[in-house]
DNA sequence: CGGATGTTTGAAAATAGTCAACCGAGGTGG
DNA sequence: CCACCTCGGTTGACTATTTTCAAACATCCG
């Protein structure tokens, strides 16, 4: 188990790090390591669990379902991303997390996330942050969903998950491992299958990105922020985790 | 100006009351309150904004737009909720919020929000119940539009709105004061404004609900679920506000 | 009596979904 | 070793949904 004095996710630029009285009871807090397999779930919608996890390592998406079987992808989770605190403040869980890649979860459970309240003003700050921020997110993909068209819509997601990634230090000369597939894809974005994948031809053809061998390239990004009616998030300097 | 000790939002059954050293704290907070005509806009995408703002009268909806002018409206907000607390944690505004009806504000100075996380461990817990709240409406929406069909996306909207409606006390002998406009729930619902409207009145003559001279009554809730394929928000008890 | 809004409708055009098939890369078991 | 799966990706033809365009209509208001 990483020590969290070793965090790696402190070592990432774009995120906050710890006073030592913080990490101190962050630490205490923390009370294991997770990991699940890809493809398992890490959270059941409407299913109770006393845990708030942060994605040490690994790919995850958030997804709701209606009863005959669609779903829609609400959002990717990447390394520090937390998960869980949705349904540790609505008593329930209103979204299922399902794991993409093996992913392995630093485990903190709920019942302290009072205390966490109590003692530590910047640290409470910081879950509202990341709540907030959320949030944010899911508006950029319901504004998406329901008013870019195919291209546009392609486009912005995977610029969006790219550039996440390149903040968390995930690329290898401009390469992404990218566990996605196009079923993913169409989930998250609305579309059938098969129109998703048409879409993504077409822009392929632009030379835009390349995607193949589950490795993702954005050739050429500002073409894509173009197509996509979007510019990239803010480089907001230093995000907090927990 | 209405003192906190007699808001009418404490009245409500639906929203858990101070206790008294919170109220003192609030109380000390507010600064005033603030009008906005219907149409105006309380709050713009990226324009800084020094304040947060509970809705004490009328309606609002938050959007998002594209260049274009298109726009995707996020969510509506009503008596008790809570705008502007995005801006405060992103550091910009990160969707616009207009008044659909002449509205009414709380002010709440956001440079006093940090204070509050170190004074009263209850409040700030609950404003990240309240963020996490509208996290979860999003993902609602964004499961709405993602994967419902047009009836189905419709119907929801009715539902959702109607029900939150009433939660507050706004049904007089179940008739509602509806200040939408089909336009409004095409730019919800990601439709054109004609296909709003050609599903609204196949809808209607199911008999589910009456919707005329701006004031709308579901008659059939149990039907307009099924066709939704939802199940209405769980009857969350009591419900924090600012 | 105009304007300005908001709603309603029909018809044509564009977009997206469904069905059905095929390809290629792993993996497994006989 | 190869037959046979499964999974993810790809494609064409056809169908359905949704948008766009255009025109009315009704109400409110100055």
Redesign the pocket.
């Known amino acids: 188990m990483t020590p969290c004095a070793r965090c790696p996710i402190r070592r990432l630029a774009s995120f906050r790090d710890f006073t030592t009285e913080e990490l101190a009871f962050i630490k205490s807090w923390k009370t294991g390591e997770r990991t699940v397999r890809a493809?398992e779930c890490i959270l059941r919608e409407n299913e109770p669990d006393d845990n708030l996890y942060t994605i040490l390592s690994g790919w995850a998406f958030k997804f709701k379902s209606l009863e005959d079987g669609r779903r829609q992808i609400l959002n990717y989770a990447l390394v520090g991303d937390l998960i869980g605190l949705q349904g540790s403040l609505a008593g329930t869980t209103t979204h299922s997390v399902e794991a993409l890649t093996d992913v392995v979860l630093c485990v903190l459970p709920r019942a302290r996330l009072m205390e966490l309240f109590g003692l530590f003003a910047g640290l409470s700050f910081d879950v509202t942050w990341l709540a907030a921020r959320e949030e944010w997110m899911l508006g950029e993909y319901l504004l998406s969903v329901g008013q870019?068209?195919?291209?546009e819509?392609v486009a912005f997601i995977l610029l969006d998950l790219y550039g996440r990634a390149r903040k968390r230090n995930m690329l290898r000369d401009g390469r992404l491992a990218f566990p996605?597939?196009?079923?993913?894809?169409?989930d998250t974005l609305?579309?059938?299958?098969?129109?998703?994948?048409?879409?993504?031809?077409r822009l392929?053809q632009s030379g835009a990105f390349k995607?193949?061998?589950?490795f993702l390239q954005l050739l050429d990004e500002e073409q894509l922020r173009d197509v996509a009616n979007w510019s990239s998030w803010p480089s907001a300097l230093e995000r907090p985790f927990l």
């Not at 870019?148 to 291209?151: H, I, K, N, P, T």
């Not at 996605?180 to 169409?186: A, E, I, M, P, R």
């Not at 609305?190 to 031809?201: A, D, I, M, P, R």
């Open positions: 493809g870019r068209g195919a291209r819509r996605v597939t196009q079923s993913h894809l169409s609305g579309f059938s299958l098969v129109h998703t994948n048409k879409t993504l031809q392929r995607w193949s061998d589950g």
